[in-house]
């Protein structure tokens, strides 16, 4: 692999390519990513932006309890996301364990969900506590079972412990295993990784080592996809553009629960990335209960009246 | 041996840590109380002034940059100097002003306490004026006194020994350099003490002493644009008003004294707040 | 949704309806408004739009301003206890924030600056400033500014069109804590919310005559200065008034303080946080239009990341939102007066005359009312006059250097001392570069940050004195450090 000529897969060199990023200042980047959150759009965009962030949902079930029940509700949803209004988008794609992804691959299919991304957590999600035959043998059985996309963890004890051609190679060797089927997103568990200079520094390697998308966290941590941190991979993939003319997506992932919330992540986009940003090929939100209130949102809108979550539907 | 023809000391200027003629050649006359004639100081030019400032300039950044301790106790060294010299001040005085024996000893006991005063402030003056300030928000946000730079002072006529300390240590314990004009009428002891000076370990320029009229070189120093303070406590206060006016021209901080404290120091000192996030 | 539809900010304006703004003011003399003679327009520089006639207080006038405030010295205010003082600003302070959104929009509206900026930074510092000295009225001899806590007496303020309110907390509250009685004079071009301050004196039943503003333009600064019923002068603006002032105090026992221009480097080192050195850059000299004393208007820039840092400075440049000061989503308002922007364009024509390369970013400016484009100058150097004046506008001058002694002689080289920057993640670099500056206040990592606890004032031809903390409470109380 060329890794966009940035290193050539050694240790020094990845050393060398991460060593000359530069640090990130958190309360400077706290004061940005709030000052953005004071930004109020347009109604007429407002509109377009709970249409842009259902279509960027990934709508989430990650549960030890989840069944196939669920799941097949799930991807129901996941393709009309409100039952009595075909004008509602379908969601960017459904997220799952990978035991399940066999059962939402077929459900999706039978429901007209093919444009409909199936995700897969993969490699020992959350904690990334496994060997990496069972990382491999894990993610080769999403692939096997119909997932389009792939959501890998990070070893975060590697990376704090400054093994970083450990999850570099990682990486590598998922990325490999995805080919052509899948989109690879990389979750970094921002919570873990603590500060922005590790965010930063995370952000680049994943990319280097060929990352599709850069994912802030598991959903299993907190804190997680909160603005700055979401500020700083967005400043991380528009600078990568930079270098590579490469686009990279990035997915926050847990903490967004409402139109608000995911309006100012849409902001942060704009402002950062740019809007060409702000399509669900390049920005997602993992999330369960805020497509719900992006409904609620909508209706509102139409309706001209705050709406009841009893028209809204559970899963 | 009464015969002998004594030596005189020819009264030079001390600028840049060397002892110059006034490179105007001009020079007056001092008499004792009784009229018989003592020395020719020389009457500094404004040249003179000029030299001196550029060599107080230059000193400035290195004498600034030398830590409290030293600065403290190369203050210490010019008290111990002019503790051995004590006799010949002593004698000038008596010479100069005809005060009696007792009252010039106090003098140069008193002057020799006040540089041990001054110097015990020089690693006391950031406890003193600095500060760290509670802003709200998450920034570490600190004030110190700093140095402002090159000032000019007028030592006053009497005491000439004891009021020319006041007019050069609180304005160099602090890391400023400067000229000072020395009494008019009695300048032999100024004169001595930049001997003193030139044997205590101070770096060429941090204090350079003129003889002179006072109303000739005020209004230089005033105007002066490279002089960032005066202390005017030596001149009438007649005169203030006029050396004000002159020295907006660069917003000197001009001030006058009455008293030897730690105000006297601190006017001539700036204060620097620092700001730095505090973050991850 | 593959089809862009453009994602755009709303016209989100404050309701002006919170203020109710008189067609013509007099001036606060002793606890009440007074008619004025002559009346001048004071005008919304957004739209041009007269908002109000404003009384311009002659001879008269500051007589009677003067002698309320003295009256109030002698009988009420020196006898007064510093805990009874105290708790009138206390209250100053609550009515400030509870009317907060009132003193917001009148100062958007009279200056021109963004609601945001308004509402975030100038009105909650304001009422900050008067909650912090509050609580040195009755300290005074615990404020280490030896035994010496006596007030001058009366204390005659002028204050800038830049930060009209918070410069008036700036000068007022410190000036009260410490036992002075005031005669304010708000600038020209911003007088309104000081005559709301002074009915929030009324509200708070300050005793009449502790706070009296007259309003006018330099004749009536004049006429303070040379009072000789004033015991003191505080002046925040220009360093040429500055000097003025200086030389007609300078015959007097009047006790002054100045904070007066700057040209601050905003200094970036190749190891800096780039992104929020671009933040900084920003804030540094776009913040309030740049009409910022301490602005951050030369940024050198270390040769090794000066690409890097154009490149993504003119892109952050580009979403600058110019335009209606009272729309929230606003970053950059409108210039002050007609005579401000005339003075932007004439110094930012001699920046192309001089040879350096102006780029502007690419904004609609409204039809109506005064505007500057964000503007940055690359290819500058030391002798250009656009390195050395202040421009007081959003117009940035870019200087390169190559070693940290180079940076440092370029920034000290300007007889201005006010602020400076620096950005590193280099900690000993910080600390030295901050300890080699020659300016009162240093914004490592950081910019345009303002506190009452922290003291603010310049080196130099940038002015006299402190403002804020305890430096600052100093030039209100005799006799500390000189006579």
New interface residues.
């Given amino acids: 692999m060329s890794f966009y000529g940035l290193v050539d897969g050694s240790d020094s060199s990845l050393r060398k390519y991460l060593g000359a990023l530069s640090g990130v200042d958190q309360v400077g980047a706290d004061a940005r990513a709030a000052m953005l959150a004071t930004r109020s759009i347009k109604t007429s965009s407002k509109r377009w932006a709970i249409d842009t962030a259902i279509s960027m949902v990934d709508l989430t079930t990650l549960e030890g309890a989840d069944t196939p029940g669920k799941v097949q509700a799930l991807c129901t949803k996941a393709v009309r996301p409100d039952p009595t209004n075909s004008s509602v988008p379908s969601v960017g794609a459904v997220c799952v364990y990978n035991d399940m992804v066999a059962v939402a691959r077929k459900h999706l299919d039978l429901v007209g969900g093919a444009h409909v991304g199936l995700a897969a957590v993969s490699t020992a999600f959350p904690s990334g506590r496994a060997s990496m035959p069972v990382k491999i043998q894990d993610t080769q059985d999403a692939l096997d079972a119909g997932a389009s996309e792939i959501d890998m963890v990070i070893d975060r004890g590697a990376f704090l412990s400054g093994n970083y051609i450990d999850v570099f190679n990682e990486i590598v060797q998922i990325r490999e295993l995805c080919g052509t089927k899948a989109h690879l997103k990389v979750i970094f568990e921002t919570g873990e990784l603590t500060t922005y200079d590790n965010v930063r520094k995370a952000s680049f390697l994943a990319m280097a080592a060929g990352a599709d998308f850069i994912k802030t966290s598991t959903g299993k941590i907190a804190p997680a996809a909160t603005p700055p941190v979401v500020l700083v991979m967005l400043e991380a993939v528009r600078d990568f553009y930079q270098m590579t003319q490469t686009r990279i997506g990035v997915k926050p992932a847990g903490g967004i629960r409402n139109t608000k919330d995911a309006i100012k992540q849409l902001v942060l986009v704009n402002e950062t990335a740019g809007p060409e940003w702000l399509t669900p090929s390049l920005f997602r939100i993992g999330a369960s209960a805020l497509l719900n209130d992006l409904l609620m949102q909508r209706m509102k809108m139409d309706d001209g009246y705050y709406a009841s979550p009893a028209y809204v539907t559970i899963d | 041996m009464s015969n002998r023809i004594d030596v005189k000391k020819t009264y030079k200027l001390f600028i840049n840590g060397a002892f110059p003629r006034t490179e105007s050649g001009r020079t007056y006359e001092i008499k004792n109380a009784k009229g018989t004639f003592i020395a020719n100081p020389c009457l500094a030019s404004r040249k003179d002034l000029k030299d001196a400032v550029v060599a107080a300039r230059a000193a400035q950044s290195g004498w600034n940059k030398a830590s409290a301790y030293n600065k403290g106790q190369i203050l210490y060294r010019i008290a111990e100097m002019l503790e051995g010299r004590r006799a010949q001040f002593v004698d000038e005085i008596i010479t100069v002003t005809g005060v009696t024996k007792v009252k010039a000893e106090k003098e140069v006991t008193d002057s020799v306490d006040r540089l041990v005063w001054y110097a015990g402030w020089s690693d006391k003056l950031s406890s003193l004026s600095g500060a760290l300030n509670p802003v709200a928000g998450p920034y570490y946000n600190f004030t110190v006194p700093e140095s402002m730079g090159v000032i000019a002072a007028i030592a006053p006529e009497s005491p000439s020994l004891l009021g020319l300390i006041d007019a050069i240590a609180p304005i160099i314990v602090g890391g400023n350099t400067v000229i000072v004009l020395a009494s008019t009428k009695a300048p032999l002891s100024a004169m001595s003490f930049a001997e003193v000076i030139a044997t205590s370990d101070v770096p060429a320029g941090v204090i350079n002493i003129l003889t002179g009229k006072k109303d000739e070189i005020a209004p230089w120093m005033a105007s002066h644009m490279d002089i960032d303070g005066f202390d005017i406590s030596g001149l009438a206060a007649k005169s203030h008003g006029a050396v004000r006016i002159a020295g907006a021209e660069n917003l000197k901080r001009i001030y006058s004294f009455k008293s030897a404290d730690p105000g006297r120091i601190l006017a001539f000192l700036e204060n620097k707040t620092v700001w730095h996030p505090i973050g991850l | 949704?593959?089809t862009?539809?453009?994602?755009?900010?709303?016209?989100?304006p404050e309701s002006r309806s919170v203020v109710s703004i008189k067609p013509k003011y007099g001036h606060f003399i002793g606890g009440k408004f007074v008619a004025g003679s002559k009346h001048f327009p004071t005008i919304n520089p957004a739209t041009e739009e007269v908002l109000s006639q404003i009384a311009l207080a002659g001879k008269a006038d500051v007589d009677a301003a003067v002698k309320a405030a003295r009256k109030a010295y002698t009988t009420t205010w020196s006898k007064m206890s510093g805990k009874e003082r105290g708790k009138y600003l206390f209250r100053i302070a609550r009515i400030m924030q509870e009317r907060a959104r009132e003193f917001a929009v009148l100062e958007t509206l009279d200056n021109g600056k963004p609601i945001?900026e308004s509402r975030d930074v100038d009105v909650p510092l304001a009422a900050?400033h008067f909650f912090y000295h509050a609580g040195w009225a009755d300290k005074l001899e615990f404020a280490?500014l030896?035994t010496s806590t006596k007030p001058h007496g009366v204390a005659g303020q002028i204050i800038p069109w830049n930060f009209p309110l918070l410069m008036l907390a700036w000068k007022v509250a410190p000036a009260l804590a410490a036992g002075n009685t005031v005669v304010l004079k708000p600038a020209e071009s911003t007088s309104l919310t000081a005559l709301l301050f002074a009915e929030v004196c009324q509200q708070a039943e300050l005793p009449a005559g502790v706070v009296n503003i007259v309003t006018g333009d330099g004749s009536t600064g004049a006429l303070i200065v040379n009072h000789p019923g004033i015991d003191k002068i505080a002046f925040t603006g220009s360093?040429e008034v500055?000097?003025i002032i200086?030389?007609a105090v300078?015959?007097?026992q009047k006790s002054v303080t100045?904070e007066?221009g700057g040209k601050a480097a905003n200094i970036i080192f190749e190891?800096?946080?780039?992104?929020?050195a671009i933040?900084?850059i920003v804030n540094g000299i776009f913040f309030n239009q740049g009409h910022v004393c301490c602005a951050g208007s030369r940024l050198i820039l270390q040769e090794s990341v000066a690409d890097e840092v154009l490149e993504k400075l003119k892109k952050r440049m580009a979403?600058i939102r110019v335009g209606d000061p009272m729309d929230?989503?606003t970053d950059l308002g409108a210039i002050n007066s007609k005579e401000q922007l005339l003075k932007i364009r004439e110094l930012s024509a001699t920046g192309d005359s001089e040879g350096a390369e102006r780029w502007s970013a690419p904004c609609d400016l409204p039809k109506k009312g005064f505007w500057f484009p964000p503007t940055i100058f690359t290819g500058v150097t030391q002798s250009h006059r656009i390195a050395r004046e202040e421009i007081f506008g959003p117009v940035l001058s870019v200087l390169t250097f190559r070693t940290p002694q180079e940076a440092i002689d370029k920034a000290n080289n300007t007889?201005f001392g006010l602020s400076a920057g620096i950005w590193s993640?280099k900690g000993s670099r910080?600390l030295w570069a901050?300890?080699q500056l020659r300016?009162?206040?240093?914004?490592?990592?950081?910019f345009n940050?303002f506190?009452p606890?922290?003291?603010?004032?310049g080196?130099?031809?940038s002015?006299?004195g402190?403002e804020g903390?305890?430096?600052g409470l100093s030039a209100y109380l005799k006799g500390?450090?000189?006579?």
């Fill in positions: 949704m593959e862009q539809v453009s994602f755009e900010y709303a016209p989100a945001r900050a280490g030896g360093t500055g000097k200086a030389r300078a015959p007097t100045l007066l190891d800096a946080a780039i992104d929020e933040e900084g979403q929230k989503n007889p993640e910080i901050s300890q300016a009162g206040v240093i914004w490592a990592n950081t940050k506190d606890t922290s003291p603010f004032g080196y130099k031809e002015g006299w402190r903390g305890r430096h500390v450090g000189h006579e």
